[in-house]
């Protein structure tokens, strides 16, 4: 047995004190089973030659002259760590490659060995160094989870028969593996996959802190194939966390050992998502090689997106021209073309892990200088050469995303739908109320809708590009709403339709905020244009590319929403990490002008704005808050691309979500009215859930882009007031008020019966109304109250009424103030001044909007002064009587009638003025309005026949409908007043009754 340092003969019994006596280097690092000795990757087994056999004539363990005087000739220059480090790869390879093998105290030895070279790597830079440009280190790392990944899947999971990987491509297919069966086997090697996983797990982490000096590191874990063992790592983790077990069957336990083997896959998928973000943090190259592994499957297709027209991407030409531009840019790290270099002349000698594997695709580019200035040849045959003349990533993704990005890109386009068109549209939903799960496309109101949103969806010109898109193909699969016996899926597909693919689409399903980090944070840093390098000699961000291909494929799209329903699940607000990190990744979507074809991608055909669209808008929000008070919209650029956005999201507002949102609070109007059944409601509670957070959502960002003074001038010039009023005028009608104190008057056995009407009354007592997330809704959706969307419509109406000034002082504003009073919005403010339980300090916000819009407004002042007296409309009414006598010549005696008489006193009738915002006051309004009309439609249709007694007629009953209100508002102010008048008495009472016994404990 000889040194490998020096060549020098070595005792044949070696302990842990054991060195060398010529060179002095420490030699028992590790226990031998079958030598019973220590050994260590530092010293060779070389024999003396021994007595000659019989059979052989040599000794089995003979080693030629020759062969010894080579191996006393090389030098071992490794550090300490890295011959440690060396020797338990060693080990664990065997342990992986020969799983029977029994090496229970040797496996002992390289646990502390691995557990030591971990915590060196941790704290110590220079040894993460030293180890990182170790070869000899990274090629034991591929073999080791080579075997060890091939050896898990076959402890893990059950496949089922006739189901191969090369089905699935080596990407994550669950449901090829038998559930109950995998389950079964991790409890049979419970043991051993406990232990291997924590080996596993060590030494990802030791190669993650070997990648923190990046790009040699980065380039040698490439070269021996170290990156692609961790995609099949991933792969298998996905599938084995995603699948699940089944409780009922499995006691407890049994289900602790199952959960333990879960959590430690769990934990090593974290560590395999850190690894990938070390492996591709600021090298394009790389980032380019994980963005082909993860955009790309097997079916090299895009699904066609609903109501959209079909893109003509063709994802095998984008992979092909990807695949090129990675052959293109193999220019490897010079320190690690050297190391590399050594290693593979060491190769031969048989004293290294083995031979590095063959590049993919290898084409030798030494001799071929990349253009920089992009030319795209259509006629070329030769793809690669036209691609390396175009000197871009792919011509296919360019030319796809000019034909997808923002409408209003190059200018404005696309107009902001007229309020006449958006009315229209309510009109027809409305018609539609109880039939609004019919697919779009199948509506004609809709067509135009579809054509607006999609008119620029042709390609534009582009030499050897295809031509405009000829087909329109929006066929939809799914329940069109026509059929009611059909049963309801058990699945909820609102989330994803179909099945996900992608390489990491599974993992934010799989994982908790805290570990799904890296993977967002991975993500960022291939597209955020602040984590790039700048751009190429060509002119190309790789950011910007990287961002549209994550867009352009399905893959990326189906991540993009896990990524957003994530947050919704998880809760998080935007003082979170992981918030604000995809906050990040949706602003470099807006940079790209991609955030419109994002936001159609999201939608959902039954949802109004989809789980994933309210996360989304719920960013965008959080985008331009970030833009009050800051110097961005000093560049004109930037002030541009927010505009162009704000004017897609609120186009998509009135032509969508208002429409359809009235339309179901029409549904329910109708019921409160009785007439339509409850039965006949639409949706249901979750339904109705939904709508409302994609509404309130919707309504947040309209208050934020208010509260910008250099966007409020949009809002104003597209008649924002008009979605305001319509939604209040549909709430009054549709949800019924929840009162301080919903016990049913005095005399009453229980709620009274609704009235058919929507006007507010005295005596009106709705039934009692829970929360929102109360179970009394989920058997009665059409009563569902919408909390809290009247406060926000009267933040947004304050915004955009009150004054431009800092302190809010002054006349409102004038445009605004005549909006209003164009669209009839003064009775809705004054119907919010009544206490509604549903929507705390409404009449606080009531009065502030009415204020803004009585100041400096005549007309305003005006219309309010009408609706409080009610002799005034009864004088009218008869002037108007008198008129249409005189013309007609009918008998005078009729005529002369100039004022009401009370047919009970015979005194004139006392007209009674209710305070504005209360019940009577409304309801005055409302009696004089009709009331008016009547009589005047009556005198100019009926001529002679209709006179004056029959305005008397209705006049005297518009009087006893006035008269009932008053009695029944003196009767509750009585009661009042007896009640404030008991209450006091019996206070007085009280101070009375502690005076007395003050008075007597003095005594």
Not at 561 to 589: C, K, Y
Request: proline fraction near 5%.
């Amino acid at each position: 047995m000889y040194c490998i340092e020096c060549g020098q003969i070595l005792p044949s019994i070696l302990t842990n004190s054991t060195i060398c006596s010529k060179c002095k280097t420490p030699v028992a690092t590790w226990w031998d089973e079958t030598s019973k000795t220590f050994r260590t990757n530092r010293e060779s087994i070389l024999p003396d030659p021994g007595p000659k056999t019989a059979a052989s004539g040599a000794s089995p363990f003979y080693i030629e002259e020759k062969e010894r005087v080579r191996m006393k000739a090389r030098v071992n220059t490794q550090s300490e760590e890295e011959r440690v480090f060396n020797g338990a790869l060693v080990v664990l390879e065997m342990h992986f490659e020969r799983p029977s093998t029994y090496m229970r105290e040797t496996m002992g030895e390289a646990k502390k060995m691995v557990t030591k070279t971990l915590d060196l790597s941790l704290n110590k830079a220079e040894v993460r160094e030293t180890l990182a440009k170790n070869v000899d280190i990274w090629k034991h790392l591929q073999k080791i989870f080579t075997a060890a990944t091939s050896l898990l899947e076959t402890r893990s999971l059950m496949k089922v028969e006739g189901a191969g990987e090369e089905e699935s491509g080596g990407r994550p297919n669950g449901h090829h593996h038998d559930v109950s069966e995998s389950a079964e086997l991790i409890l049979k090697n419970y043991e051993v996959l406990r232990e291997d996983l924590h080996y596993l797990n060590n030494l990802l982490v030791i190669s993650r802190n070997m990648l923190a000096i990046k790009e040699t590191a980065q380039e040698i874990c490439k070269t021996v194939g170290f990156d692609r063992e961790v995609h099949r790592l991933i792969v298998l983790c996905v599938n084995v966390t995603s699948k699940g077990y089944d409780g009922e069957n499995v006691d407890e336990a049994r289900r602790v050992k199952l959960n333990e083997i879960t959590e430690l896959y769990k934990k090593l998928l974290v560590t395999c998502l850190q690894h990938t973000h070390n492996w591709t943090m600021g090298n394009d190259r790389f980032k380019m090689s994980f963005w082909f592994e993860m955009l790309f499957d097997d079916e090299m297709k895009n699904e066609p997106i609903h109501e959209m027209p079909p893109d003509d991407l063709n994802v095998e030409k984008v992979h092909h021209e990807v695949q090129n531009w990675l052959s293109r840019h193999r220019k490897k790290d010079p320190l690690a073309a050297k190391l590399l270099q050594a290693y593979q002349d060491q190769v031969p000698t048989g004293y290294t892990p083995g031979p590095l594997p063959e590049e993919e695709n290898w084409i030798n580019t030494d001799n071929i200088a990349e253009s920089s200035s992009p030319v795209w040849k259509p006629d070329m045959q030769d793809k690669f050469e036209q691609d390396r003349l175009y000197a871009r990533v792919s011509h296919e993704i360019d030319f796809w995303w000019r034909k997808v990005r923002d409408a209003n890109f190059d200018g404005w386009v696309v107009p902001m739908e007229t309020v006449e068109g958006a009315v229209e549209r309510a009109e027809a939903c409305k018609k539609n109320a109880m039939h609004r799960y019919m697919p779009r496309s199948q509506d004609q109101q809709y067509e135009l809708d579809d054509q607006q949103f999609n008119h620029l969806r042709e390609p534009p010109a582009d030499d050897g590009s295809v031509g405009p898109d000829e087909t329109d193909d929006r066929s939809i699969q799914g329940d069109n709403g026509l059929d009611d016996d059909e049963e309801e899926e058990e699945d909820d597909e609102s989330y994803a339709e179909g099945p996900l693919r992608g390489l990491l689409t599974e993992i934010p399903n799989i994982l908790d905020t805290k570990q799904i980090e890296a993977l967002h944070m991975t993500v960022k840093a291939c597209i955020v244009d602040s984590m790039g390098s700048g751009l190429t000699p060509a002119g190309e961000n790789l950011q910007k590319t990287r961002c549209k291909m994550f867009l352009a494929l399905d893959c990326g799209r189906n991540l993009l929403r896990e990524l957003l329903v994530f947050i919704a699940v998880w809760e998080q607000n935007d003082q979170q990490f992981i918030f604000q990190i995809t906050a990040q990744i949706i602003e470099s979507f807006h940079h790209n002008a991609l955030l419109p074809f994002a936001w159609n991608c999201l939608r959902i055909l039954k949802d109004i704005v989809s789980p994933a669209q309210t996360v989304l808008l719920r960013l965008i929000n959080y985008m331009f808050r970030a833009r009050k008070d800051s110097p961005i919209y000093a560049d004109v650029k930037d002030y541009n691309r927010d505009a162009k956005l704000i004017h897609f999201l609120y186009n998509y507002f009135r032509c969508r979500v208002v429409p359809d949102c009235l339309a179901l609070l029409h549904a329910q109007a109708q019921i409160r009215q009785n007439a339509r059944a409850a039965a006949d409601f639409p949706v249901d509670l979750w339904d109705m859930e939904r709508a409302k957070d994609g509404l309130s959502q919707y309504l947040d960002f309209i208050s934020v882009i208010a509260e910008i003074p250099e966007m409020r001038h949009l809002l104003i010039e597209w008649e924002t007031v008009y979605e305001m009023v319509a939604l209040l005028k549909a709430l009054e009608a549709g949800v019924a008020r929840k009162n301080i104190d919903e016990r049913s008057m005095p005399g009453q056995s229980g709620p009274a019966r609704r009235p058919p009407s929507s006007i507010p009354a005295v005596d009106r007592h709705e039934p009692p109304i829970q929360d929102a997330n109360s179970t009394q809704y989920q058997d009665t959706p059409h009563r569902f109250p919408w909390a809290g969307i009247k406060i926000q419509i009267l933040i947004i109406l304050t915004s955009l009424i009150a004054p431009n000034n800092t302190r809010r002082q002054g006349p409102g504003n004038p445009i605004v103030q005549k909006q209003l009073l164009a669209h009839e919005g003064i009775m809705p403010l004054l119907n919010c001044c009544v206490y509604d339980g549903h929507n705390e300090y409404l009449k606080e916000r009531a009065t502030l909007t009415i204020k803004f819009l009585m100041e400096g407004c005549k007309e305003a002042q005006d219309f309010v002064k009408e609706l409080v007296p009610v002799k005034q409309a009864q004088a009218q009414a008869q002037a108007a009587a008198r008129a249409a006598q005189e013309a007609s010549q009918s008998s005078a005696s009729n005529a002369s009638s100039s004022k009401p008489v009370d047919p009970v006193t015979g005194m004139p009738r006392q007209t009674a003025k209710a305070p504005p915002g209360s019940a009577p006051y409304v309801a005055n309004k409302n009696a004089i309005a009709a009331a008016k009309a009547q009589a005047l439609a009556h005198a100019k249709e009926s001529g002679i026949t209709l006179g004056a007694s029959d305005v008397e007629k209705k006049m005297r009953e518009f009087e006893r409908n006035i008269r009932s209100l008053k009695v029944g508002k003196e009767l509750r102010e009585k009661e009042e007043e007896a009640s404030a008048s008991a209450a006091a008495k019996e206070g007085r009472e009280k101070k009375r009754e502690v005076k007395i016994e003050f008075i007597s404990a003095r005594k």
